[in-house]
Each structure stands twice: as C-alpha cells, then as structure tokens.
C-alpha cells in the first residue's frame, strides 16, 4: 500500500508541475502582468482545490463510514486521493523556492512543509485516512480564495464577482472550515482512548491552531472587502471624485495574501 501511495504521490508532483509549465504558455491577464508569476500559481492552486475539495465532498457523502470511523474505515480511492494532494503541495513548495525568497514565502512553505507531513503519515500507514479527507474538505472554502485572489490581482474590486466570491468565500469558510474542524475535534475528544497520547496533544493543538486562523481570516476578509466597498471621502482642492476606496496593491509587495495564508 506506501508504495502505490508514493507511486500515485510521485505521478501528482509530476502533473502539477507539468501544469505549472502549461500555464506559462497561456496569456496572463494584462491587469495582472506585473505579478505573472502569482496568478499563474493562484491558478494553479485553484484547480488543485476544485479537484480534491468536490471529490472529497462526494466521497463522504458516498462512503460515511469514514466520518465515523476516521482511523480505519476508508476505501482505496481515498488514499490515492489524499496521495494526489501530497504530490500537489510538494510541487507548490517547489515552485514557491523557484519563485520567491525564503523571506518571502517561509510561512507559506512552513505550512506545506506540516501539511505534506502529515498526509505523507497517512498516505504511508494507511491508517487515519478518514481524517484526511476530511480535512480536505478545507479545500472548497481555499477555492473561494483563490477565485477571489484572482479577481483582485485583475483590479475588479469592487464589483458583483467580487461580492458574490468574498460571500461565498465567508460561507464556505464556515461550512467546510469551521464545522469539519469542530467535528473533528469532537471526535477526537471523545475518542481520545483510541490514538496514542501524543497525537491527541498535536492534533488537538493543530485543530485549535487552524481554526483560530481561519476566524481570523474569516474577520480579515469581511473588514477589508467592507472598507473596499465605502465611498472614499472627498478631499477638498480635487476635482477628480472617486466613488469607491482604493485600496489595491500598488506593488507586489504590498497586495492581500488571504489566500496564501491558508493556501
């Protein structure tokens, strides 16, 4: 079984990479020219999310036994799912070192680093499966970040898409953040006799740590998208009038990184 998952691990990294190198034959939006790079692995992580989230969503609907019993009870397609995300997350930290400094991107390669980690656990033993796919039900709130990343490195914020993607964002992070990580933690408070000691204590203290990070994300997206939508007050001795605050990045330094905080 570990060497069919590294098997199944290694032909995702490949794809992911491949893709990567597709992408940079496609044209790049001319609003987002000046950060290429970025959108074009925004897209690319917005496939990864798509493919894995709905296929995580269907798989437990179909099969509920992994909700109910996380450690044991999965089919094989489910592995090989959590496989796929492992190869993703290796070819994003590798494309990140290609791309940016370690001072750029440490946190965001530092949490690929954890996640690769702890599905590669899985994906070697066997066991905990249901957990992970659960957790990767994460990713059709981080689709929802994307898109709406994608909207403001191409400037339309604010605009309907825009609206109707930070709602759906907000939505999703509470249905397929907060609940599975609340149900999970459930689970393992309740079932603590069950796993060894010192995976209650890290994954008791993972479970709080990312949902603190997504409340707070969830309260960053609602302050700022609000703050984009407010008329800008008017200064006197200009005559040009603008109707809505602009606060978009004006540098590549400077831009919103809501979705690479919980990429």
């Not at 987002?32 to 959108?39: E, G, L, S, T, V």
């Not at 001072?103 to 530092?110: E, K």
Request: with cysteine.
């Amino acid at each position: 079984m570990a060497s069919s998952g590294l098997l199944v691990t290694g032909a995702s990294f490949a794809a992911f990479r491949g893709l990567h190198r597709g992408l940079q034959l496609l044209p790049t939006p001319g609003s987002a020219a000046q950060d290429r790079w970025k959108w074009q692995n925004i897209c690319l992580s917005l496939v990864h999310s798509l493919l894995v989230g709905a296929r995580a969503l269907l798989g437990l609907s179909l099969y509920s036994q992994m909700a109910t019993d996380p450690i044991h009870s999965h089919p094989p397609w489910a592995l090989a799912l959590v496989a796929v995300s492992v190869g993703y997350f290796l070819a994003d930290g590798a494309d990140i070192l290609q791309n940016q400094t370690l001072g750029q991107a440490w946190d965001l390669l530092c949490h690929h680093l954890v996640v690769a980690s702890c599905l590669s656990t899985t994906v070697l033993s066997g066991h905990c499966v249901g957990f992970s796919m659960v957790s990767l039900l994460l990713e059709l709130n981080s689709a929802c970040l994307h898109l709406r990343e994608l909207l403001l490195l191409s400037h339309q914020a604010p605009s309907l898409a825009f609206s109707v993607a930070s709602w759906a964002t907000l939505a999703t992070l509470a249905l397929f953040r907060l609940v599975p990580l609340g149900s999970m933690s459930l689970w393992l408070f309740q079932q603590h006799h069950q796993v060894p000691s010192a995976l209650v204590v890290l994954g008791g203290t993972g479970l709080v740590t990312v949902g603190a990070m997504s409340i707070t994300l969830g309260v960053h997206i609602q302050v700022s998208d609000d703050l984009r939508s407010q008329p800008c007050p008017s200064t006197p001795g200009h005559n040009e009038i603008r109707t809505y605050c602009d606060d978009e990045p004006t540098s590549p330094d400077h831009r919103d990184n809501s979705t690479f905080s919980l990429k």
